[in-house]
């Protein structure tokens, strides 16, 4: 699949806002209590950031619940593996779940 392909998909995935069983969607769109399965990263998420991403344990499979939301958009909470994590928004729209 070229890395356009892959791009407009991960789009599509990131405008579903349905967050039932099943469907998929970024991290931000996720509510508190709603877990989800990480299905990829996006491929715009390259180096560095990709790679921070990855060593915090969003790799593929893995399963994150979503916590806690700072006001005024600051960081969003996930717990991922028994570990609580904040990320930015614009980070957590780099990361498809399916949502369980």
């Known amino acids: 699949m070229s890395g356009l ?3 407009l998909r991960f789009k599509v995935m990131e405008e579903n806002s349905g967050v039932g069983a099943g469907t ?3 991290l931000k769109a996720l509510r508190p209590g709603d ?3 990480v299905v990829e990263i996006s491929p715009e998420c ?3 950031e990709r790679r921070r991403l990855m060593d915090l344990g969003l790799v593929p499979g893995s399963l994150v619940e979503r916590a806690e939301r ?3 958009g600051g960081p969003i909470a996930f717990r991922l593996r028994g570990v609580t ?3 930015r928004p614009s980070e957590a729209e780099k ?3 399916e949502c369980l």
Do not use: D, Q, T
């Open 70 to 72: 700072a006001p005024f």
């Open 46 to 48: 390259r180096g560095f």
């Open 35 to 37: 877990v989800g399965r």
């Open 24 to 26: 998929s969607g970024s």
């Open 85 to 87: 994590l904040a990320l």
């Open 95 to 97: 990361v498809a779940v």
């Open 5 to 7: 392909n892959k791009m």
